[in-house]
C-alpha cells in the first residue's frame, strides 16, 4: 500500500528563513505526489505536485519540491518565510483513482 | 467559477442521530471524493462517486454512504452518529481523466457530536 511520512508536526521559522518540509513516501509503482497548505479553519488549497517528468517542481507562493526516488523524498521548500506561509502542510501520495492517501501533516510557524 | 461549495459549514447533533452533507463541485467536473479529517490528522479517504457510482471505499463503515445526482452534485450521509464521528468533512471534485490530476478541496463541513 502507498503512504506518505512527514517528518516533525512542529517546523518553526523566523521570517525570512528558509522552510524545509519533508515528506518521505512508499509505493511499489511510481508515484503521484502533492503538497497541500490549509489555513485555520479552511479547506486544502493545493500547492504543488508531482506527477511525470521534471522532478523538481515549483508551485504557488513561492514553493517547490523536489522528487528523489533514491531517497523515496519530496520535501517542500521555500527559500524565504513569510508571515502568511504559516499553515498546516500535507503531503500526499495517489493511490490510484484519484484516491489521495494524506500524511499526518506539519504545523508551519513563523516568527517576526 | 465557482469552486467547491459545501454545505452547511457547521452542524451540532448528538449521538444516535443521521446527518446528510452536501457538496456540489467545481464547474466541469465529474468526480466526488470525500474526507474525514478528525482534529490534528491528516483527511482520510471516505469514498469516491463517479457517473453516480461510489467507485470506490476507503476503510469506513456501512453508517457513511452517499449519493452523486446526474448534476454531480454529492450527499454524504452518516447514520447512527458517535461521538467518533466528530470532524471536518471535506469534499474534493476532479476530472476522472486520470490519477494525476488534481482534486480541489471545498472548505468542508465541521460536525460536532455530543
Known amino acids: 500500500a502507498q503512504s506518505v511520512t512527514q517528518l516533525g508536526s512542529h517546523v518553526s521559522v523566523s521570517e525570512g528563513a528558509l522552510v524545509l518540509l519533508r515528506c518521505n513516501y512508499s509505493s511499489s509503482v511510481p508515484p503521484y505526489l502533492f503538497w497541500y497548505v490549509q489555513y485555520p479553519n479552511q479547506g486544502l488549497q493545493l500547492l504543488l505536485k508531482y506527477t511525470t517528468g521534471a522532478t523538481l517542481v515549483k508551485g504557488i507562493n513561492g514553493f517547490e519540491a523536489e522528487f528523489k526516488k533514491s531517497e523515496t523524498s519530496f520535501h517542500l521548500t521555500k527559500p524565504s518565510a513569510h508571515m502568511s506561509d504559516a499553515a498546516e502542510y500535507f503531503c500526499?501520495?495517489?493511490?490510484?483513482?484519484?484516491?489521495?492517501?494524506f500524511g499526518t501533516g506539519t504545523r508551519l510557524l513563523v516568527s517576526p | 467559477d465557482a469552486g467547491v461549495t459545501q454545505s452547511p459549514t457547521h452542524l451540532i447533533k448528538t449521538r444516535g442521530q443521521q446527518v446528510t452533507l452536501r457538496c456540489s463541485p467545481k464547474?466541469?467536473?465529474?468526480?466526488v471524493s470525500w474526507y474525514q479529517q478528525a482534529l490534528g490528522q491528516g483527511p482520510q479517504f471516505i469514498f469516491q462517486y463517479y457517473e453516480e457510482e461510489e467507485r470506490q471505499r476507503g476503510n469506513f463503515p456501512d453508517r457513511f454512504s452517499g449519493h452523486q445526482f446526474p448534476n454531480y452534485s454529492s450527499e454524504l450521509n452518516v447514520n447512527a452518529l458517535l461521538l467518533g464521528d466528530s470532524a471536518l468533512y471535506l469534499c474534493?471534485?476532479?476530472?476522472?481523466?486520470?490519477?494525476?490530476?488534481?482534486?480541489?478541496f471545498g472548505p468542508g463541513t465541521r460536525l460536532l457530536v455530543l
Open positions: 464547474s466541469g467536473h465529474d468526480t
Open positions: 474534493a471534485s476532479s476530472l476522472v481523466t486520470g490519477a494525476e490530476e488534481t482534486q480541489y
Open positions: 500526499a501520495v495517489n493511490t490510484g483513482f484519484q484516491k489521495l492517501v
